[in-house]
C-alpha cells in the first residue's frame, strides 16, 4: 500500500490519518513533538522541524506522495524535494499562491474574480492612498503567512496603521477596502492527481474573533448566491492547481460574493462532511494525493452542523467533560487530543439533522459542555 | 485522555483505534508483529504474544483499561491481571463464557432460551447415542476456542465422527442436532460498564463456507422473528454479562430463532454500522469498556449493507485493484492492510441505500473488484 507523508501532526493530520485506516493507506506524520495531535494516534512518526530541510527529507524517503496539514514550508524547501525526485502535493506553486495572498489577489484579479477593492502596500503613506480614493476603515493583511486572523489588521485611521509590524520596514503587505460582510461563506473542492474535481455544497461560515467557529451544511444563502460562490470556488481550484482538498472562503457583501482566502489542505470548514457527506474531505483529500478516484461529495442528511470547541479559561481539562458531551443524542464528537489553552482548537462536534437549526442546538449543547465560550457566545 | 489497551492487533482493533482517534482516547495493541492490521495504524504498539503473560502485563501497564481484538487468551492469565489490579472489560467470566461452548450452552438452557437440540460428547459412543434420539447428521463442535467454521465439524454418519481429532481423547465437545437453518441472523449488544445497554437492530448473516460474508441491515425476517431475535440478544447480554460489544449470532429454523454462537467483542457482523448507524460499534466499545454513556445504535438510512472482501487464489494483489474499487459510487472501503492469503479477511464495504438490493448490488460491485470470489458466489 501506498505510504502518504503528511508534513505537520496537527488536528488535519490526525484526521487524515483516520480516513486513511479505512483506505488501507500507511500514513507518516512530521511532527515536532512525539505528543503533538496526529502524533498521538500515527504509527509512523517522523520527530523534526518543518522549517529542517533534512527532517522533510527523511519523511519524504518514506513516503510515496508528501501532502500538509499546514502551509507554513519554506518554499525553498520544497523546491529541494521536488528537485530530489520526491511527488509533493499539492506542489510547490499551488502552496505558494495559498500563503501568498499579495499573489493570489494578482491572479485572481487578472482572472476576473470577486474580489474587495485592494491593492498592494509597502508603506504608510500607501496605505493612506488607497483609503483617499476607497475610505476608512482599511484591512491591511501581511503578503505571507497569516492564517485564522493572524497577520490582519483592520485600521481606523493612520494612527492605527502606525502600530502595524513591519509596515514600512521592508514588510510585505496588502490593503483591502473594508466591506460590509452579511455572511461568511465556505467552498470546499476536491481535486485529484488524475484531474477529476468535485464540489461540496456550499457553508454558511460563522465565525468568532476571526476563526471559523460554527458551520451550517448547505448554506442559508439564497440560490443564486450560492451558485456565484460554486463558480468562484470552482475557477479558483482551476487557477490555483493542484491535488486534495482546497477551501475557499468567502464574504457575501450587498448582494456579492468576493473572495477572502483561501487553503490548500482540509480546512475547518469541511469538517462537517465527515460524518456529513457520503465521502469525507479527508478522504478525499487523500484519493486526490494519491490520484486515485474521488468519492461523491454530496450531503447525506438535509442539514449537518459543526461546533468547534475551544480552550477556555474556565475549564482547564475540558477533555473530563466527554463523557458528559457524548452522552448528548446525535452529537458526533471529534477531540483532537491537544492540551487545553485559551482560544485553542481541541475538538468539534457534527450533528446531522432535518433542518439547520435543530442540529446547531443539538451540537452546541455537546460543545457547551466543553467548552463554555459556546453559550457565552449566544 | 484514557488508554484502552486492546489485546491482539486484528481488524477489530484497527477499527476500534479508528473510533479511539475521534473520542480522542489514547490505544496500545498487543501485537505479535509490527505489520499486522492495527499496528500498522496505531501509535501506541507492544510486541508480543496473547500467549505471553509478560507482554499482555506490559500492555495492561501503559492502559486504563484493557480489552479485546480476540478471545483466545489463557483464562490464568486473565485471572493474574485482573488480581494484579488491571481492569479488563469485558471480564474473564464473560470472555470464558464467550470461548466456551459447554458453558454458553448450560447456561442458556438453564435460563430457558431457544437452542438446537445438544448434549456433552467426550467419545464416539456418547455421539452415536445422541444421533440415535435426534437422528444423523450432527454437528460437533469443540467446547473452547472455535470461531468462523473452525472446530465445527457436521459428521452424516460413526464413520466421520471418528475423524474428529482429540474426540474420545481427552478433548471437551458438544454434540448438537443439526437444524434446517432458514437464515442466518445477528444482533449486536453494546454495552456499557456504568450498566447501560443499547440494541443495535438485528441483521441478515449471509455465510459462505461458515463464515459471515454479507450482512444486511435490517434484517428482512418478519418482524415477530425480529423481536425473538432482539429478546434473545438482551436475555443473552443480562447472562453473560461484561462491558463492550457483545454479539449473538441466530438461526432461523422453522419459524424459531434459535442461538448460534456469541462473541464478547465487536463483531463482523456489526461493521455495517460504521456508516451505518449513527454511533459505530466501535465507538460504542470503546465508550462501554470506559464506563461512559453508549451512542444511539438506530440505523441512518432505511438499509446498510456489509460484503465481505477475501483473499482469492486469482488476485494475489487485491490492493492494486483499491483505486478502482472505491471509484464505484457509494461503497465505502475498508481495507485492513494484511497480506493477501486465500480465505482471509482482507476488508469489508458497506454501502447505504433505500432498499438493501440496490445496495447490495453496490457493495457487491465494489468487493468484486478486489475478490473474484464475490462474483462466483452469485
Known amino acids: 500500500m501506498p505510504t502518504v507523508g503528511i508534513v ?6 490526525r484526521m487524515m490519518h483516520q480516513a486513511a485506516v479505512a483506505l488501507g493507506v500507511d500514513t507518516a506524520v512530521l511532527a515536532n513533538a512525539a505528543d503533538e495531535s496526529a502524533a498521538r494516534v500515527a504509527s509512523g512518526v517522523e520527530l523534526g522541524s518543518p522549517d529542517d530541510l533534512d527532517a522533510l527529507r527523511r519523511l ?41 495572498k499579495l499573489e493570489q489577489r494578482r491572479r485572481f484579479a487578472a482572472a476576473g474574480l470577486p474580489l474587495p477593492g485592494w491593492a498592494e502596500a509597502r508603506t504608510t503613506g500607501e ?3 488607497f483609503a483617499a480614493s476607497n475610505g476608512w476603515p482599511v484591512v491591511i493583511k501581511a503578503a505571507r503567512g497569516g492564517y485564522d486572523g493572524r497577520g490582519v489588521w483592520v485600521c481606523r485611521d493612520e494612527t492605527e496603521v502606525a502600530t502595524v509590524p513591519r509596515l514600512g520596514d521592508g514588510g510585505r503587505f496588502i490593503v483591502e477596502a473594508f466591506v460590509t460582510i452579511d455572511q ?6 476536491a481535486r485529484s492527481a488524475n484531474g477529476e474535481t468535485r464540489v461540496y455544497p456550499v457553508v454558511d461560515s460563522l465565525q468568532r474573533a476571526g476563526v471559523c467557529n460554527e458551520v451550517v451544511a448547505p448554506s442559508r444563502q439564497p440560490e443564486a448566491i450560492q451558485r456565484q460562490a460554486l463558480h468562484i470556488g470552482f475557477a479558483v481550484s482551476q487557477l490555483v492547481g493542484g491535488a486534495g482538498n482546497l477551501a475557499i472562503e468567502l464574504f457575501v457583501s450587498d448582494g456579492r460574493v468576493l473572495i477572502n482566502e483561501i487553503a490548500a489542505r482540509p480546512h475547518n470548514s469541511g ?35 459543526m461546533v ?3 480552550g477556555h479559561t474556565s475549564s482547564p481539562r475540558p477533555e473530563l467533560n466527554l463523557p458528559e458531551a457524548v452522552a ?3 452529537a458526533h464528537l471529534h477531540w483532537y487530543g491537544k492540551t ?16 439547520p437549526d435543530s442540529a446547531l442546538a443539538t451540537a452546541r449543547e455537546a460543545a457547551a459542555i466543553l467548552d463554555p465560550g459556546v453559550r457565552e457566545a449566544r
Request: aromatic share 4%; charged share 20%; net charge negative.
Open 127 to 129: 496605505v493612506r492612498d
Open 340 to 355: 487545553s489553552r485559551p482560544g485553542r482548537k481541541l475538538g468539534h462536534v457534527t450533528t446531522l439533522g432535518a433542518d
Open 308 to 310: 468547534n470547541v475551544f
Open 184 to 189: 461568511e461563506l465556505a467552498v470546499n473542492v
Open 328 to 330: 448528548v443524542e446525535g
Open 60 to 100: 519524504a524517503r518514506r513516503s510515496d506522495v508528501v501532502t500538509f496539514d499546514h502551509e507554513l514550508v519554506e518554499p525553498a524547501h520544497l523546491a529541494a524535494l521536488e528537485s530530489e525526485g520526491h511527488v509533493l502535493r499539492p506542489g510547490p506553486a499551488t502552496l505558494e499562491i495559498a500563503v501568498n
Open 271 to 305: 469538517h462537517f462532511s465527515i460524518e456529513g457527506c457520503v465521502t469525507s474531505q479527508f478522504e478525499n483529500h487523500l484519493r486526490g494525493v494519491l490520484g486515485w478516484p474521488l468519492g461523491d461529495t454530496r450531503l447525506v442528511a438535509p442539514a449537518a452542523v
Open 8 to 13: 505537520g501532526a496537527g488536528q488535519l493530520a
